[in-house]
């Protein structure tokens, strides 16, 4: 994801609320209209105690599935994640050559050298992959399945904002259209998903929890792992929370906003040495096309460097993790 895309995505949220509300403003019980049967949220200020706790309930925060031990009793969970949106054709830009001769770079040049450092280091990751992108640069998924440590997973069909699609069948095929692209690629289904700009629409969880996928990790509502509640009901989809903290997008941006990548690094190494105190999960997020640069590899290696200092550390995929923690459901320290 993207922070620009995020705020577009705020504000398209923003316009559907109040396209909404002029809705049901002219015609009383329109707000359980709609696709799907999810219906429009009225205006907010309108909303009564009811409206505001339906309104609310999509996705909650459910069970806390921090397991009693993690494996071979290790303090803490880790996952290195990359979302690998360099040639979304739904991110900013699209097609114009400029921007996407900047995600080129991703997988050109940023991809290789992450993969590269990630072997030094023996270490397990996770990339989350528009299909488009596996599209254009089909050889990323061959450099990334080399190893046999990483696992790929889903991330859009072209990084689209699941606002704008906003229906929940075509969100269903686009998800299964996904998955059929990665089983014939990969020889085996991906085991979750990250929403494209870590957004989902009203009707996402409900396709989500119809998809078979384990694992989602777009949402924010804890530190550790949770299970997703919809509606007031356990929908057994285990959410892996990421945090725009643990996101190198924000930092850099197209425009280079963070100018010392060393900054970045203190940042990930307080939200890691706290996750490791408190004995949880450290979801950390980068994305080749940005984080794949010279300088910015530095702090990702010194970063890895740090953490691996520490004993007890469970360096595993978002796969592994979502599954370690679906068996483990109930044993919470
Ligand atoms: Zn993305």
Known sequence: ?????????????FAALVVAA????????????GRGGQGQPPSTPTWSEPQIREAMSIARVGRRLTPKAW????KVAVNIGYDVDNMGVGRGGG???????????GAVDGLPRILSL??????PASFFMPVSSAILNPEMIEMIKKSGRHEIALHGWVHENQNQVNNPEEEARLI??????FQKVLGKRPAGTRAPAWNFSLNTVEVLR????????????LDEPYEIESKGQPTGLVELPVEWILDDAPYFGANGALPVPELMFKVYRDEFDVAYKEGTLCMLTFHPHVSGHRSRVVQMEKLFE??????GVWFATAEDIAKYVKQNAGKTH
């Open 1 to 13: 994801m993207k922070p620009h895309l995020q705020t577009t995505a705020r504000m398209l949220a």
């Open 176 to 181: 299964t259209q996904s998955l059929d692209y």
């Open 95 to 105: 097609p114009l050559p400029g921007a996407a001769s900047s995600g080129e770079y």
């Open 118 to 123: 990630l072997d030094r280091h023996q270490l």
């Open 22 to 33: 002029s809705q049901t403003g002219s015609t009383q019980g329109q707000g359980q209209r």
């Open 210 to 221: 119809k998809s078979g996928l384990i694992y989602d990790s777009s949402m924010m509502g």
């Open 71 to 74: 494996p071979n009793g290790a």
């Open 306 to 311: 740090y953490i691996k200092s520490k004993p």
